[in-house]
């Protein structure tokens, strides 16, 4: 699959128990990540992870030299698997993204990572408007609850809401079951 890659984006410490921004879903979503990292090796998918590191004088997580901005101890990158630091949502802002997507021909993402109404959000919506496929693997993505006008949405509603949004025009939004299952009828043609 020459023009496929897994994009991960930030499956750092800092969103699991114990960090500086824990997420709700964070150990489920890391759990399907992990299943399509291994199909995606296994198959020799391009395999690309995204790191975040904050550099805003007000952050309070994803501090740079620090344990929870390390990738999550389960996704060890392979030698050849680039991990593209970053230190904006969007994937492709001032990162060497597209320029690795660009020389190796790839012209389909499977996307997964945190947090679904940040980084992965901004990530889609840039990479369709570079023209990317774009599936998104939902249950293989984390997020929190926020606040807005005195109110709590619920990280469910929050993660329901953006998929939602999503699926309406910039990705695929599929579980990783399903995401499987293409790229199993993908390395079969």
Do not use: W
């Not at 809401?161 to 199993?184: G, H, K, P």
């Amino acid at each position: 699959m020459k023009n496929t890659a897994l994009l991960l984006i930030d499956l750092q410490n800092d969103y699991f128990p114990g960090g500086r921004m824990e997420l709700s879903g964070a150990e489920e979503a890391l759990i399907n990540a992990e299943k399509l990292l291994n199909y995606a090796r296994e198959k020799g998918v391009y395999v690309i992870f995204m790191q975040h590191f904050a550099v805003q004088p007000e952050a309070t997580f994803f501090l740079p030299d620090t344990a929870g901005a390390q990738l999550h101890e389960s996704l060890v990158p392979f030698e050849h698997e680039p991990v593209l630091k970053k230190n904006y949502p969007n994937s492709f802002r001032e990162t060497g993204l597209e320029d690795y997507l660009l020389l190796n021909s790839i012209s389909q993402l499977f996307i997964c990572g945190m947090m679904s109404h940040m980084c992965v959000d901004a990530t889609v919506r840039a990479a369709f408007d570079k023209d990317y496929s774009c599936i998104l693997a939902h249950d293989s993505c984390a997020t929190r609850s926020l606040q807005f006008l005195n109110q709590t949405v619920d990280a469910k509603d929050v993660q329901t809401a953006f998929m939602a949004a999503l699926s309406a025009r910039y990705a695929q939004v599929l579980n990783t079951s399903e995401c499987l299952e293409i790229l199993d009828k993908q390395d079969r043609k």
